[in-house]
């Protein structure tokens, strides 16, 4: 499959507990895109990655959120000290920099603080 | 006003309808426009761009008119397969530095009937 992955798929934590999320992009993207999305709601921006350089991050992400791309090629979204209200689906997209710029999802870790 | 705004739905329609979904968005400065679909509990997939010529795929069309900001999608001959969450979705600037990012609707959901 050389599609976007992201693991784990689900992960079930209690509040005050630290997690991390991996993505890996399709090969030879170089964008990397992290999102959130409640139910309801359509998927709102968090962060974006040029190569291992991040470009935005948008004030949704506190200071608890951190995220790394060290070599330009998979990323990593942490979360420290969760609440329930970080429980969501986090979406990894990824996309190769041309004039559309079309992002393609993975399918998501879908994350549950008790 | 959100920046991307879709019908509310939920769409109840019978197999071989058509059906149309619309969506204004904010920001003039956008670029490109995108409706994507999104499964239940699944990742969001694009279903096509949107060009302002307007383009067609098969039984999925879609319109841009840039000086109303209004994007436009029209599916004839509904099929159960077409079920899904239909989501707008604009690439506009993000903030001052020249970043552009995917903002979207919140979704409008479909639900063709036998």
């Known amino acids: 499959d050389t599609g976007v992955s992201q693991d784990p798929r689900h992960k079930i934590t209690k509040r005050g507990q630290n997690v991390t999320f991996r993505c890996d992009p399709i090969s030879e993207h170089n964008r990397l895109y992290w999102y959130r999305q409640t139910l309801g709601q359509g998927p709102e921006f968090l962060t974006y990655?040029?190569?291992?350089?991040?470009?935005?991050k948008s004030r949704l992400l506190s200071d608890r959120f951190s995220a790394e791309r060290p070599k330009g090629s998979f990323s990593t979204l942490e979360i420290q000290r969760t609440e329930q209200g970080d429980s969501a689906m986090y979406l990894c997209?990824?996309?190769?920099?041309?004039?559309?710029?079309?992002?393609?999802f993975g399918p998501g870790t879908r994350l549950t603080v008790l | 006003r959100k920046e991307v705004e879709q019908d509310p739905g939920p769409f109840n329609v019978p197999e071989g309808a058509t059906v149309a979904f619309n969506c204004t968005y904010s920001?003039?400065?956008?670029?490109?426009f995108f409706w994507y679909r999104q499964d239940c509990r699944k990742e969001p997939k694009l279903l096509m761009s949107?060009?302002?010529s307007g383009n067609e795929d098969g039984r999925f069309t879609a319109q841009l008119n840039r000086a109303s900001q209004y994007i436009s999608l029209l599916i004839r001959d509904s099929k159960l397969s077409d079920s899904a969450t239909y989501l707008c979705v604009v690439n506009s600037p993000y903030s001052g530095a020249g970043s552009y990012q995917l903002t979207f609707g919140k979704g409008t959901k479909l639900s063709v009937i036998p």
């Open positions: 949107v060009y302002s």
């Open positions: 920001n003039s400065a956008s670029q490109s």
């Open positions: 997209a990824s996309s190769f920099r041309d004039g559309v710029d079309t992002q393609y």
């Open positions: 990655f040029q190569n291992e350089a991040q470009l935005e």
